[in-house]
Each structure stands twice: as C-alpha cells, then as structure tokens.
C-alpha cells in the first residue's frame, strides 16, 4: 500500500521509477520488465477466477429457480460446468458484471461495490454458519478445524503452504495492493490499514470455514476435496436442510461477493498499468483488458484451468510479492520504506521496521518462492 502511495501509480509504473531512480536513468527496461511480471501475475489470476465466477453464477441461479434442491445433480452439474467449453455464458456473465462495476472508477465503483458486497458477505455466513451448527454431528467439524496436530509444525510444509496461502490471500502480489495504495491520501494510516486487511482476511476464512467443514462432517463426507466443496459437497448438504432453497441462495450470494470484490482487484492492475503506462481511457483499457480475459479464459475452461492456477500461483504470484520487497526495501533509498509507510501514522516506527522488513520478509518471500516450487505449490 505504502509503496503504490509513494509512488502515485500501480506496478508498472512504481517498479519503473524505483529502477529508473536506482540506475540513474530516465526510462529504463528493467523497471518496466520488473513491473510487468506482478501485472501478468494478476491479469492470469483473474482469467482463473472469471472462470470460476461463472461456476458461481451457474449455482445461484440453479439455487434462485429451485432445480439445485429438487431435480438436479450436483455432480453431473458440477461436472458438465467444469468440462471443456462448459461454461461459456455464465464465465462470460461473470467478466461483464466485474467490468461494468469497474467501469464507474475506483470511488464510484469498486469501492461503492466493496462497501456493500463485503458487509454482506459476513451477515450471510454468520446466519448460515449458526444454522450449520445445529446439524446432528457437525461437532465433529469444529474438533477437525481447531484441535490441533503438533506434529504437523516439523513438516516444513506446513509452514510454506500457510506462508504460500497468506500471500495467496493477503495480495501480497505486487500488484493489487499497490494499485489500490496509489489511490490513498497521504493522511491515511497503511500499517492500520494493513492490520484490518490482515484481520479481516483471516475473519472471512474462519467464517467460511466453519460454514463448509462441519457441514462437510454433519453430511459424512471428505473435508478436503477441493473445488467440489463449494459445488457438490455444500449443495448435496443443502438440498437436505429445511429451507434449502434459501439456504442455497445465500450460500451462493455470499461466495458471489467475496469472489466479485476479489476478481475485480484482480483486473484493476492489468487496467491501470494500461491508464497510466499508455495514457488511455478507463474504457479503452476496459474493453481490451476484458477481451483479453475472455479470450484467453475459453481455453482455460476444462481441464487447462487447474494446471493454470496453479502455474500463475506458484511462479508468478509468489514471484511478484518477492520483486515488490526487494524493490522497495533494496532497490529503493534506505530511508524510503521508512519514510512511505510512517506518512500518515500517528506514531513512527520502530528499530524493528528495517530489520523485519529487509531481512526476515524479504528472506521469507525468497523461502516461500524457492520452497512453493519444490513442494508444489501452497498445497
């Protein structure tokens, strides 16, 4: 946030002029190529949740007429949804909301949108998760979620995947997060910011959590398969609740706002790399953004789409979180973090800043990037 700030653009203009600083030149490629990696990160991230937004679509409208409770199968669905070219009208859908809310600007739009669909998010899975807790064995859920393994805290996987989901989760990408700093006044304070952004990630997971898992373990069945969570296991659950058609629209407009406001964070890097680099119109950058997207995400539908998240999360994102540290601890002026961050804070920081930010997070960034490749991914 505070390096998008200070530098009064999005990735590929604040890596540029961090390098163009550093190497004393007016224009230089290595900014330009650096910047471009955590847009490219974003860009593809979003081609995958585009896909997925229209999985979601397809499953609240199923909910809205009925047919998800009563003659429907969620596998066959799930299954002809998720096969090639399966989902091209509602994947379709999904891109021309997110680019339509956009299309208004940051305060207008995204932010209009964030206001509302993020508080509704957490209404409607308070109200589900109370009403998942009186299912007959969902305790059994709670134990699985908050009992914990000890053991697991020697297997240095378990550290790269959570460290791999935080950065996964946080937008610690490089690219998001610093478009939506270069829109911050300089009397805001990030390192709260940052706190709430933190807090409120982890708030939403727990939530969603305990929604899905004890219902998963009310219903006897797998806690850990996947996509089919959201969209077999969850409406097989449901579909044999009092009320499930309700239940059922609820669960999937709460899933549609979280993944709405994530999707379009996603596509706001690519669009303002596009405004700010060459100058055009929020439009003309929507309209080819969104193009983009769309052509590109008839190819991903099917079987490409899992080897393609997983390549954009595993090389690139990572990637990109590594590049911003290094940029802006490193490359910049030594003074400069201190200095973007404190803007705005009612108190400085501490000895601490340097140290944590420099040494323990950038070599955390290089250990998650390395170990990620290695393991496979954040698991």
């Not at 990160?41 to 009563?70: E, N, P, R």
């Not at 549609?256 to 379009?264: C, E, I, R, W």
């Not at 680099?277 to 052509?295: C, M, Q």
Request: charged share 10%; aromatic share 14%.
């Amino acid at each position: 946030m505070a390096f998008g700030r200070a530098m009064h653009t999005g990735p590929l203009g604040a890596f540029k002029k961090a390098f163009d600083k550093k190497l004393n030149k007016k224009d230089s490629k290595t900014g330009t190529v650096v910047g471009l990696i955590p847009v490219i990160g974003s860009l593809g991230i979003a081609i995958g949740y585009s896909v997925i937004i229209g999985w979601i679509l397809k499953f609240l409208w199923d909910s809205i007429t009925g047919s998800i409770v009563s003659n429907e199968d969620p596998v066959q669905v799930f299954s002809d949804l998720s096969g090639n070219f399966g989902s091209i009208p509602w994947h379709m859908l999904g891109l021309i909301i997110a680019l339509f809310f956009m299309s208004f600007g940051i305060a207008k739009g995204i932010e209009k949108v964030n206001k509302i669909m993020m508080p509704a998010f957490y209404v409607l899975f308070i109200f589900l998760a109370i009403r998942i807790a009186l299912l007959p064995g969902s305790g059994a859920g709670y134990v699985y979620m908050f009992k914990p393994d000890w053991s697991a805290m020697a297997n240095p996987q378990t550290w790269v995947y959570a460290m791999g989901q935080a950065f996964f989760s946080l937008s610690l990408a490089g690219s998001g997060t610093v478009v939506y700093g270069s829109y911050l006044k300089s009397d805001v304070d990030v390192v709260s910011s940052a706190k709430y952004v933190a807090i409120f990630d982890t708030l939403a997971a727990l939530l969603a959590a305990l929604v899905i898992i004890p219902a998963v373990f009310a219903y006897g069945m797998e806690p850990n398969s996947g996509p089919g969570l959201l969209f077999i296991t969850m409406p097989s659950v449901i579909r044999s609740i009092p009320f499930g058609q309700f239940f059922a629209i609820l669960f999937f407009v709460a899933v549609l706002f979280a993944g709405m406001t994530s999707l379009v964070n996603l596509l706001e890097s690519p669009v303002e790399a596009l405004q700010s680099r060459f100058n055009w119109s929020r439009k003309s950058a929507l309209i080819l953004v969104g193009a983009a997207a769309a052509a590109v995400g008839l190819f991903v539908e099917g079987d490409i789409l899992s080897p393609w998240m997983d390549v954009i999360s595993i090389y690139i994102i990572p990637l990109g979180a590594l590049l911003a540290a290094i940029t802006m601890f490193w490359i910049c002026d030594k003074r400069f973090a201190r200095n973007a961050v404190q803007l705005g804070c009612s108190k400085p920081l501490g000895r601490w800043f340097e140290p944590m930010t420099r040494y323990v997070f950038c070599g955390v960034a290089l250990a998650v990037y390395i170990l990620g490749i290695f393991f496979g991914g954040i698991g």
